[in-house]
């Protein structure tokens, strides 16, 4: 038996092979039954004659959708299947005769396909979301390693709060008392800059966020980059590459699955450097004018995001936040104490940040005021001071989350599609 995959057919134009996999779709009628075949590999039309299947053909005919089948038969060679090539089949094993697959034709509703969602990653749509994520996870690790950076695999559990701490899920641990869910890595990405010079970290990060919002997920994927005797600036210059390069490869290597998806890819095709770049004083400048109630001091919100990514073609960068927005770690501004040297990368076309990032504070003083001033506990940063302590140097870094950017990348509405099982803030099933 020569099996193969459906994507290695056009290989095999008039042979015999078996291919495996499940009936995504059937035509039949009393002598003729077009089944499409999905195996994973692809989608391919094996056609099913009464003649040549005989009393077998009954069961082809009546065969539910999402059944699990193998079928024999020749390649042939028809320019106007999906691949090229369809299968005349001679023979057919069913291994299991599918129920009734709840997910139809029909519109169906989002809360009805989450609840559903082991069965709807099998639609061609989802497929391809789920290959494009595969490909756009292998080209950052590409980025970072052609770029000299090596992989840190940070913590889950955690006694240090990364960010913020009203957003942690916490964790009984042992004897130890309470442990947190990783929000970020980067604090352990910090420590091991002084061991290896450039790091990156790619993982799970959890966020209690009770935000109902098309960008937030509770459990997320983040790439989060560190690199010692890096500056603010040097750090926005890695960023671009970065971005331009994770979009060029993703949507060259995967345009069949993005067309799949309707998106038009012109606009991702001029993402190149440099990437605009707009101070957030000058932020809040547009944004007042273009409708926003933003106040100074104030975060953006996903509102105001939307109005600023629609001004542009390509991402832009938002710097030097004002300190009591932002994270206690970023370094303060050299001129303006008020402002930190950071900057958030705004997705266009209405997507928004992507990217949060900063120079991080070297001063042991600063550090310890921005501590205390965000209600954090000294105690538990003694490791974190003792990277002030030990050879400091000047250092920044960035994460990246993984699903805002597949949105973008996908032209998708909501985050929810772009990871295979999302976590929110009313799904955690299945
Ligand atoms: O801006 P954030 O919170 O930055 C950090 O965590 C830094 N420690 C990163 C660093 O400097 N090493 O998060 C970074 C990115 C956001 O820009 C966004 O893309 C994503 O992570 N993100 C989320 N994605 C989905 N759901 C959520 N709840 C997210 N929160 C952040
Ligand atoms: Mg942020």
Redesign the pocket.
Known sequence: MNVCLVSEMGAHVGEQVTIRGWVANRRSSGKISFLIIRDGSGFCQAVVEREALGEDYEEVRKLPLESSVELTGTVVAEPRSEGGVELHASGIKIFQKSEEFPIGKKEHGPDFLLGLRHLWIRSPRQVAILRIRDALVRHVRNFFHENGFTLIDTPIFTTTV??DSSNLFSVEYFDLGRTYLS????LY?EAAIFALGKVFCLGP?F?A?R?KTR????E?W?V???AAFSRHQDNLELQENFVSYIVQNTVRECSPELAKLQRDTEPLKKIEPPFHRLSYDEAVEVLRKNGSDIVWGDDLGGDDETILTQLYDKPVFIECYPRKAK?FYMKQHPERPELVLCA?LLAPEGYG??????EREDDPEILMKAILDNGLDPERYGWYFDLRKYGSVPHS?????I???LAWICGLKH?RETIPFPRMLYRAYP
């Open positions: 990364g960010e929000q970020t890595g980067q990405l990060t966020r966020e935000s960008r937030h997920l509770t997320f983040m989060e980059a560190e994270a958030d940040e992507i990217i949060g990032g900063s870094g960035f994460g990246l989350g699903e805002r950017t985050v």
